[in-house]
């Protein structure tokens, strides 16, 4: 493991311009950033097992070398720790059978221990190594008459049926992750995103040279809020998440990108899914919003996501108890996209005056942890802000309550929230729109079933002013459950029948926002900056 570290610097939309030879080709590429992310930006794909944008640079596997050109003749170098300069003359492997054969060499010191048994590894399909020493055409040196030796943890050894000395399968590190040792390439992402990201080192490399593997400390399982994320990072099937091992096959899964609801900084994920079930939420990459992170909370909700939903029920009732109404309290939570507010605000505008709309969380604010949640479990506070409806005025609903004969609620667990809420029950007719059969469910005198946010196409504006677009995963329970905006725009008498129609609506109430569709909505969100507050 490197004892010196460097984040690097990664290229963007100001980066000035450079021009270097590549195989004797002059190109330009960013000049404030390493070799290997500036190759990048010109097609050109470097092997690295170490390295990770987000990550403190290490130089551990030595995959991405590439040969430099200069007053002393030509040299192996790490693309990942070399910084680009102006005129540079870079080899690659297209031109440069020294590179080519220094990186072959350079993966056979992780292949010479590593088996080869691809077929039965839960990150086959998504292994780096895999990917590399297919793209050499190597084998593994791995031979039937010298067996494998072990050099983990000898803590954990033992001999298997063969009578080879075999350790460190299925170790428990934590509550939520199992590591093979035998897998481990040491490239210490696990370390580094432990020490660096989550601020907790609780992983650490013990021993020296060929007989390094990972550990914890002695007594101290890895138990953290980003454990999960080293399974992500983790190169090869060294670390395995335990709710995902073994579940499915990463190639039969589809992806779907969209947003994270729970929370106002709106992380960036894929829902990883398969026969209509999502099997796993993962994060999807955005430099201004989650960087590479996804907190446990956010990616465990899944396994909750089929439990507990609520089936559709007549909406020509609630109808009838809406225009039979004398004072109606309109509550919106905040996992309502921009489209179910612009109909929520059409179910406003039907009612008249006899209508009030409140919206927020009684859950307490908490202070952002700095990697990819803001602390703040409202997580289209902003949209409500940019729509004109209130974000923060449940307590004085609570105070009022005996002055309405209705409440509506939608996707807003209030009474589950806080037991202030009970006050509620003082309203006589409460209508409850929500996907989940939660305790404001249970305290419901009409039910009314909706989609999650996973399954509707929609858009929200986070914490740091960014416009972000969910969209649908075809993952629904129930073929009849619709979008709330559907169902309140129903209610409203002006139907909304798709999510176009939806966001149609948000520019009415929000011309500033009228340039945005979801097409031109970029998968990383569109920075607002000042055009709404």
Known sequence: MSN?????????ADS??????????????PGDTNLLEALKTIGIKTPHMCYHPHLPVAGNCRQCLVELEDLRGRTLVIACFTPVTPGMKVFTPSTSARVKNARKATSEFMLVNHPLDCPICDKAGECSL???????????????EVGKQYHGNPDNTFVD????????????????ITLDEERCVHCDRCVRFMRHVAGDEQLQLAARGDHTYIMTFPGQPLDHEYDLCVTDICPVGALTANHFRFQQRVWLLSRTPSISMDDSLGANIWIDHNNGKVWRLMPRCNPEVNRSWLSN?????????????????????????????KKVALV???QCTLEDLAAFKMLKESLGDKAQMFGGTLRPIEAPDGIAKSGDSMANRAGFKCLGIPDNNLGDLIERASEFDVLLTVHNDIFGDSESAEALKKIPSRIVLSAFNDATAHAATLLWGVNHWSEV?????????ILQKLTAAPTSPNPELKPAYEVLSILAGKPLTSAISALQKVHEYVPALKPYSYENIRSTGVKLDGVLL
């Open 161 to 176: 049926s063969k009578g080879q000395v075999r350790g460190g399968k299925r170790v428990a590190l934590g509550p939520r």
């Open 16 to 29: 000035p311009q450079v021009a270097i030879f590549v195989d004797g080709k002059e190109v330009i590429v």
């Open 297 to 325: 909370t956010s990616r465990l909700a899944y396994l909750n996501f089929c439990k507990g939903r609520l089936a559709p029920g007549h909406l020509k009732v609630v109808v009838d108890l809406l225009k039979k109404s």
């Open 4 to 12: 010196y570290y460097n984040m690097p610097k990664l290229p963007t």
């Open 457 to 465: 196409t929609g858009s929200m504006i986070n914490s740091l002013q």
């Open 332 to 334: 919106a939570g905040g």
């Open 130 to 144: 895999q990917e590399n020493y297919m793209e050499n055409g190597q084998e593994s040196r791995l031979r039937p």
